[in-house]
């Protein structure tokens, strides 16, 4: 072989080469774009997944803070009555029940007063054709520790919605362990429609 022939050998098996790679290259660099085209969309579509699995959890969560907030929304009591009467029918047992759980925590009762149009009432003065309003002053004698779990009693485990709208403690004369207690509850019942 001359010199010549020789060193056209490499010049030939590089430009075949070359020529395979630019052959390869076009077939393989559609491909190739359309890989990384898929590729940066799935990317983006894992990310709004992502985004929208948060959204998701959040709203979740949010729903879930708004069952807990609606369970321990206590109901307003529906009452029986549709006389205009006034009296403390309108309020089922509830003053029966207040009495009884002021005994079982063993407040002694000096005197109940109650007024069935307190002026002081928002939801009275805005809404009496809708929900019988009943303020009562309790006068109890008692611990500090029974007045507590009393009022923990009313606060927490009472079904229906009242209010405790005032509390005056003053010292028992006499005894230090006692206390005077003046308490004002307010209790709502729902008027009955006639139509019902």
Do not use: H, W
Not at 54 to 72: A, F, G, L, P
């Amino acid at each position: 072989m001359n010199k010549k022939n020789s060193q056209l050998v490499p010049i030939i098996l590089l430009g075949t080469i070359l020529i395979f790679i630019l052959i390869v290259y076009g077939f393989a660099a559609p491909a190739i774009n359309s890989y990384r085209s898929v590729n940066s969309r799935i990317n983006s579509e894992t990310n709004e997944v992502e985004k929208l699995q948060e959204q998701y959890n959040t709203q979740k969560e949010k729903i879930k803070q708004e069952d807990v907030q609606i369970q321990s929304l206590k109901q307003v009591y529906l009452t029986d009555s549709v006389n205009t009467d006034e009296n403390l029918g309108k309020f089922g047992t509830m003053f029966d029940d207040i009495i009884k759980r002021a005994q079982y925590n063993g407040l002694l009762i000096r005197s109940i007063e109650y007024d069935m149009k307190p002026a002081n009432s928002a939801i009275f003065n805005n809404f009496s054709d809708t929900y019988n309003v009943c303020e009562l002053k309790f006068f109890f004698v008692g611990t500090y520790t029974q007045l507590k779990t009393f009022l923990n009693e009313l606060t927490t485990s009472f079904p229906y919605l009242i209010s405790i709208s005032g509390l005056d403690i003053t010292a028992f004369s006499g005894n230090e362990d006692y206390l005077l207690i003046n308490l004002s509850v307010t209790l709502y019942s729902k008027k009955k429609i006639k139509d019902e």
